[in-house]
């Protein structure tokens, strides 16, 4: 039985027809640059989230890169984010002249520690005070611990950007005077970044970001920026650059959210499948150790935060020899991620410190990402861990 880790064709299939008529009539429009289908995504993705606005952009890296630069973020500045992520969230931080700081991460989330970095902002606070940003990754689909880190952003006076890309749809419960209300990511901190790589829970046929903000204010320098700082048109007053999205990527995108909701529910379910099985096969625990959300402040909460399951991802012994196995047993399965920022061989020529971050490099050892796209069938899980369990028992 052949399993990929992410076949994009049974997504595809039922809604191709529709999505070849929206593409057409852009084509026809000849409206090719922003216009209402770039609009009608932002409000639909703002209005999903719970924001404010939504600003187009032609990236996920781009969406973090023009944040920073609505922010101010230069030169000179430090940007507090986590080790343990995919690439853009640091190479955006260095493109504008800042650096990043990072801070280890928890072992059960795989997310960044707010305790650690209480201390990193403590320490920062009572010297040269550069961390000018917190930018938290809500890593494969689940959100980082937002209520502790908005605290902290508040008391240290940082502004935060939501690295959603991987979490368009995961919910954190936030305590208000009302009670626990849940809030979507991307609707915390001062933006929120996503991206429509064609992986993500929503993806497009390219690439394509999205920029979310509460601010009427900062939405607006979100905008102009995207379009070379133009205001009016060929009038610059700021300097940002072509951070456009596309209207074919817009017009399939607004198709594929209505139906965001099932995808991610089928996500979920095939996460509960697996849990199922790898409990039956004894395998749970030990030596497999399955995903889990835990947040300290909120033991009772349901399902403590809603994970999207951007990615599926188990720690194991002998990571890399399972990886071949399965390979060889034709099931997908990737390493997200080998190698932790801070020790990226670009970092080298960079004056940086040489701190480790053992939580973080323990997680880059020990993870392995399963296939877990909603379209999976239970044969097809159960097919995943009857091999996993025959490695462990070779
Ligand atoms: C995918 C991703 C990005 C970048 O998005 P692109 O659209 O590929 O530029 C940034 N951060 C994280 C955590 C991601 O997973």
Redesign the pocket.
């Known amino acids: 039985m052949k399993v990929p880790l992410l076949d994009l064709q049974p997504q595809m299939q039922p809604l191709r027809e529709e999505i070849l008529t929206a593409v057409t009539a852009v084509i026809d429009s000849t409206r090719y640059i922003l216009g209402p289908e770039v609009a009608g995504l932002e409000d639909e993705v703002a209005s999903y989230c719970g924001a404010h606005s939504g600003v187009g952009v032609s ?4 969406a ?1 890169l023009v944040s920073l630069m609505a922010l101010g973020i230069g030169q000179g500045d430090l940007v507090l984010t986590t080790p343990y ?2 690439f ?2 640091m190479g955006s931080i260095i493109r504008t002249g800042a650096m990043p700081v990072f801070c280890d991460i928890d072992p059960v989330s795989f997310n960044i520690d707010p305790e650690a970095m209480a201390e990193i902002l403590e320490e920062d606070a009572r010297g040269e005070r550069r961390i000018r940003a917190i930018m938290p ?1 809500h ?1 494969f689909g689940q959100c980082a611990a937002m209520e502790r880190i908005l605290e902290l952003a508040r008391r240290y006076e940082v502004a935060v950007i939501e ?1 959603a ?2 979490a368009i749809g995961a919910e954190y419960p936030m305590m208000t005077e009302q009670g626990v209300v849940w809030k979507r990511a991307g609707s915390m901190g001062d933006t929120g ?1 996503f ?3 064609p992986s ?1 829970n929503l993806g497009g046929i390219g ?3 999205m920029v979310t903000t509460n601010e009427p204010a900062l939405a607006g320098r979100l905008r102009s920026l995207r379009n070379h700082g133009a205001e009016p048109k060929y009038f610059h007053a700021s300097i940002g650059g072509n951070f456009r999205l596309d209207p074919i990527q817009a017009t399939v995108l607004r198709i594929k959210l209505s139906h965001l909701e099932s995808w991610h529910q089928g996500r979920r379910r095939n996460s509960e499948k697996y849990r199922q099985y790898f409990s039956d096969s004894g395998l749970n625990g030990s030596p497999v150790q399955l995903p889990e959300a835990v947040y300290r402040d909120f033991p009772d909460a349901a399902d403590h935060n809603f994970h999207i399951y951007n990615q599926f991802i188990i720690r194991v012994p002998r990571r890399d020899e399972l990886r071949a196995y399965l390979q060889e047993h034709e099931i997908g399965c990737e390493v997200y991620y080998p190698l932790c920022l801070h020790q990226q061989e670009c970092l080298k020529s960079l004056d940086m410190s040489t701190r480790h971050f053992p939580v973080a490099e323990q997680a880059a050892r020990e993870s392995l990402a399963l296939p877990i796209y909603p379209e999976l069938s239970d044969a097809q899980i159960q097919y995943v861990v009857e091999t996993i369990h025959s490695f462990y028992h070779r």
């Not at 990236?59 to 781009?62: K, R």
């Open positions: 990236s996920g890296t781009d973090l992520t995919f853009a969230t990754v890593l690295d890309a991987q970044c991206s429509f790589f993500k690439d394509g970001g």
